[in-house]
Every structure is written in C-alpha cells, then in structure tokens.
C-alpha cells in the first residue's frame, strides 16, 4: 500500500469517522491509537478493505506518511496533547506538521504553536465540529496556527468538510496560533446559548401554556421552515416526537441535569479577561450550572413559592411571539460572540474574517443555519462593523420582533417561568442601546470608598478625576483607574 497522505492519533467516535471522511474523498490514511487493540479492530471492522494504515507505534506511523508529514492529533484536550506532541517530536522532520482537532482550550495552542515552531516543525490547532455524524460526512473545520502550515493541508481539509448550498467549503483558514481553537470556543458558547433559549421556549410552552410534546413537535416543526430553520431546532422538532419501544416519550424520562465540558465556562471566562458582556453566554452556562441542582432544586420547591402558570391569553398568538423573541434573542447571541472575537482580535494580533466565519458555520456545525448566511452578507457589506445589531438587516429584525420578545420576557417574570438567556438578551439590547448607562454613579461610588477617580462629561477623555467626598479623605488617588 502506498504512503499515507495524513496520519491521525484516536480511535474514538470522531477519530475513527474522520479517517472514514478522509478515505472516502481518495486519501490514504494511518491510524494509531494508545491502545493499540483498537486499531486492530478498527482496520478488522470499520476499517477493512479500505485505503486505510493501521499502526502500532508512533514510529511506524510517522514511517508510513508522506513528506511534509501531517499527523492529526484527536485525543482528549490537556495533557494528552502534550504528551503525544513530546512523543512526535523526535520521529519528525522540519517543516512536519502536528495538528491538534480536539476541543484545546487557545492558550494552550498559542503556547503549544510556539514551542513546535521552535523545534523546526509547523503546528495547527482546528476546531472542528458537527458531532461524529459532521466527522463522518462533512463537519465544520475551523484551523489556525503556523500559516505555513496551511497550504499543505488545505486540499485534505476543505475536501473533507461540509459545503454550503452553493458548494463552499466550511473550512478556510482563521489566523496565527491560537485564532482556529478561539473562534471553535465562541462556536461552542454561541452553542450553549442556541439551545438554552430552546429549552426555555420548550419551558414556557411545556409548563406555560400546557401543550404536550406532539404539539410541541408541531411547532418546532413549523419554526423549522422559516428564519429559525435550523440543525438545533430540527433536533429538537425530532427529539419531541421520539418515542421508546413501550411507546414512552423518551425526553420526559431523562433527568433535567445538564452537563458540560467546559467550552462555554472558557467563552465566558474569555469575555471577562477581554471586558465583553458575554451575557447571554454566561446566562446558558450558569443555567447549566443551575440545572446540575437537582436535589437542592427539588427541596427548594417545596419551600419556596412563586406564582403559578396561569395562561389566559391566545396561545397560537403567544406561541407567534416566542418564535420572534427567540430570533431576536439569537440575533443578540451572535452579535456578542462576534464583538468578543473583534475585542480577541486586537489582542492577539488576529486578522480574522468575520463574514469566512460565518461561511463555516453555515454547514456541518452545530449551530449551523439559514441565519448565518445573513451575517456573512452583513461583513461582507461592512467588514469594519463592530456590532450585528447595527447592520440593517439585523436593526430591523429586533425592532420588528421587539414588542412580541418583550411580551414574552414580561410573561415569563409574571408566571415564575426561568427565562435567564432570553431575559438576559432582551437587558443587553436595552443597555447596548442607551446613550447613558447609570455607570457615573457607579464611579462615584468608586471614587468614594477607594479613590479610583473618574472621568466627567464636560472634559476630555483620559482626564481623571477625584473628590475629597467626606472632607477630610485627603486628595491622594488611586493611581490605577481600572483597579
């Protein structure tokens, strides 16, 4: 058998599936994994008969690939990346090429791209989703890291990955070092937001207006067709109508425990290091957080008290305006995760392409949908523009949506129904859009307890301030305006 065109280290679910992509677009592929029984059973099973390398050490992996070697690297993020990075090393020529698929949180592939570039190699670290179905068929493929790096991947990659309508690939290089696992991370944290505002209209029309889950199909069934069309509202139309063999409707038997592998924890912790209000995001997650509860919830519930759902109005109309609140929630969701990938931008020194972004979510992702096409016109349009909610098309969706998102909100605080994500979207566009925020007394409190000065409306910017409030406080400042 010739020489692999790619190697790739694990042979889990999305390990195995992607070397099944790769094959079947004409690539020849070696496999290696720690547990060298599974290659044994992947080239026996999966595997066989097919133009597909199965190896039993790192030195016969890295014998059996084509120079500039290209080994990808789908093992659990942290440590295991490191070790197989030290165990490559010595078995790779200059200008040999690791790449890291997993979820890696982006210092780690700033760092880990520096030290490789060091020892002579080239180093990528990708986002790459759509779920093993994505790896297997065509996921979203998100690579940054060393630019040198990038033309000799990119005929596996974009061959390998998803298309849009119009047959674009969803994979185009994002920037230096760590930029492809950055944007793979607000990915996933716009992710955790998509399907907390699901969730929270599942909530409000399962316990809110009474409906059962067949008429609840029907509705996501219904969104499906219009702006809201979507993979996470198609699943969640499918999940509404599955049922077991007994003929039980499985979502009412699984446990309202949410868990987490922490992509959205790190798009959070992201946006307070860069001062973005990430909120919706951060709602999603604490929501998580909450749900994970379970007990203390189930106590509380039987402390606490809080009106009950009472619904009396039209509910085809009501259901109308949850549909449009949760458009115009979205609409916030993504206008956030872009103003922090603009704020990662300028930190890092990335020169990212806003609207490419949105091509490679538009297919093999999960958040994939018909919205997405509307921000890559919007920065294609505007490639400076510095919030979502300011392009035309988008100003005019939340006015229109506007009354109906606002009902819902209001209807949810008056029935006790949780909407954090929804509630949390509606506050930032309200904030987002005020001239004057109540932050001046926030300052004064500032400037009273630890002199940290402030700046006044009738002098320049970068002039500051301070008042001696009580009179014998001194005239001695904090020297550090941020503190």
């Known amino acids: 058998m010739a020489k692999a065109d790619i190697g790739l280290i694990g042979l889990a679910f999305m390990g195995e599936n992607l070397i099944l992509n790769m094959e079947s677009r004409g690539f020849t592929v070696a496999c290696f994994n720690r547990t060298v029984s599974k290659v044994d059973n992947f080239i026996d099973g999966r595997a066989k008969d097919k133009n597909i390398i199965g190896c039993h050490s790192i030195e016969e992996l890295v014998q059996n690939i084509k120079r500039p070697r290209k080994v990808m690297l789908m093992v659990k993020a942290g440590a295991a990346v490191d070790a197989f990075i030290e165990k490559l090393l010595p078995h790779l020529d ?271 992702c999960i958040i994939r949908s018909v919205f997405l096409g509307k921000i890559k016109e919007a920065f294609d349009k505007n490639p400076g523009l510095v919030n979502l909610l300011l392009d035309p098309f988008f100003k005019e969706a939340v006015e229109k949506a506007q009354e109906a998102w606002r009902r819902v909100v209001t209807t949810a605080v008056e029935m006790g129904i949780a909407m954090p994500a929804m509630t949390s979207a509606l506050c930032y566009y309200d904030g987002y859009r005020s001239g004057r925020l109540p932050a001046n007394l926030l300052q004064a409190q500032r400037d009273y307890f630890g002199a940290h000065t402030y700046e006044r409306v009738d002098k320049a910017r970068g002039e500051f301030f301070h008042t001696n409030w009580t009179g014998h406080g001194g005239e001695t400042s904090a020297s550090t305006y941020t503190a």
């Open 94 to 364: 200059d200008g040999d090429i690791i790449i890291d698929g997993g979820n890696s949180h982006f210092p780690d592939t700033i760092r880990r791209t520096e030290y490789v570039e060091s020892k002579g190699k080239l180093y990528i670290g990708t986002g790459v989703s759509g779920g093993e179905e994505g790896a297997l068929t065509g996921p979203s493929i998100m690579p940054g890291g060393s630019p040198k790096a990038w033309e000799t991947v990119k005929p596996i990659f974009q061959k390998i990955a998803a298309r849009t309508a119009d047959g674009q690939p969803c994979c185009e290089w994002v920037g230096e070092n760590g930029a492809g696992h950055f944007v793979k991370m607000v990915h996933n944290g716009i992710e955790y937001g998509d399907m907390q505002m699901i969730c929270e209209s599942y909530q409000m029309m399962k316990e809110g207006l009474g409906l059962t889950n067949e008429q609840m199909h029907e509705v996501f069934a219904e969104w499906n067709k219009g702006e809201l069309n979507s993979y996470l509202i198609e699943i969640t139309r499918d999940i509404l109508a599955y049922k077991d063999a007994d003929g039980n409707a499985v979502i009412d038997l699984i446990l309202d425990t949410a868990g987490q592998k922490g992509t959205g924890k790190w798009a959070g912790i992201s946006a307070l290091n860069l001062g973005q209000p990430l909120t919706l995001i951060g709602e999603a997650v604490f929501a998580r957080c909450l749900s994970a509860l379970k007990e203390e919830r189930v106590a509380a519930a039987e402390i606490l008290t809080g009106p009950g759902p009472r619904f009396s109005g039209e509910k085809e109309a009501f259901i109308n305006d949850l549909r449009q609140a949760l458009y115009a929630s979205k609409i916030v969701s993504y206008a956030q995760g872009y103003q922090l990938m603009r704020a990662a931008a300028k930190e890092y020194k990335w020169n990212l392409n806003n609207g490419g972004i949105a091509l490679m979510w538009r297919g093999g």
